[in-house]
T-cell receptor, first 112, second 118 residues
Framework: KQEVTQIPAALSVPEGENLVLNCSFT??????LQWFRQDPGKGLTSLLL?????REQTSGRLNASLDKSSGRSTLYIAASQPGDSATYLC???????????FGTGTRLLVSP | GAGVSQSPSNKVTEKGKDVELRCDPI?????LYWYRQSLGQGLEFLIY????????KSGLPSDRFSAERTGGSVSTLTIQRTQQEDSAVYLC????????????????FGPGTRLTVL
């Protein structure tokens, strides 16, 4: 059974810092991996999708990497801003139809 | 363009009553998913629909839960004889088949329905 863990559970940083969020999964036979952000009381916003054949994806200040063999993904956020404050979730797609198994989330607070 | 919409946004019900939650996926998206987010369990998969194929119901927690998708678009999640442990946020997502790439797109989520069972 696929299990997804995210470290740290919570992170508080001053504005402008670069930061790394970690995601690990137990079964390397994944189809893809998706990073989301969730704002309080809101649904999920997709940030990046990495296919199993890819090593990384970039969007603006965000960069996500994937190392299937070690069961890890990282989300790098450059020059953090208060608007980045949210909960970040990684989710592993376990089959071709992307049934997602979610991690426990990292709650990020960026202070001005 | 319109995203995934869900209704109602909030639902309070009494234990033992039936509830129906609705999801309108993004137009043209062939795949539709239901997830549940609760404090104790995090975010968990419930059911998946893709085109005319039989749905994958492997995540439904009990036979009190059922879902249907009519006309390949709108979906309804029904919970019968609600229990307090059913209290959670129910999220719907949809994704698009990308024929040129032979895969589904990322999943787009709706705002969720917060269900409270008293």
């Amino acid at each position: 059974k696929q299990e997804v863990t995210q470290i740290p559970a919570a992170l508080s940083v001053p504005e402008g810092e670069n930061l790394v969020l970690n995601c690990s999964f137990t079964d390397s036979a994944i189809y893809n991996l998706q990073w989301f952000r969730q704002d309080p009381g809101k649904g999920l916003t997709s940030l990046l999708l990495i296919q199993s054949s890819q090593r990384e994806q970039t969007s603006g200040r965000l960069n996500a990497s994937l190392d299937k063999s070690s069961g890890r993904s990282t989300l790098y956020i450059a020059a953090s801003q208060p608007g980045d404050s949210a909960t970040y979730l990684c989710a592993v797609g376990t089959t071709g139809f992307q049934k997602l198994v979610f991690g426990t989330g990292t709650r990020l607070l960026v202070s001005p | 363009g319109a995203g995934v919409s869900q209704s109602p946004s909030n639902k309070v019900t009494e234990k033992g009553k039936d509830v129906e939650l609705r999801c309108d996926p993004i137009s043209g998206h062939t795949a539709l998913y239901w997830y549940r987010q609760s404090l104790g369990q995090g975010l968990e998969f419930l059911i998946y629909f893709q085109g005319n194929s039989a749905p994958d119901k492997s995540g439904l927690p009990s036979d009190r839960f059922s879902a249907e998708r009519t006309g390949g678009s709108v979906s309804t999640l029904t919970i019968q004889r609600t229990q307090q442990e059913d209290s959670a946020v129910y999220l719907c997502a949809s994704s698009l088949w990308l024929p040129g790439q032979g895969r589904l797109s990322e999943q787009f989520f709706g705002p969720g329905t917060r269900l409270t069972v008293l």
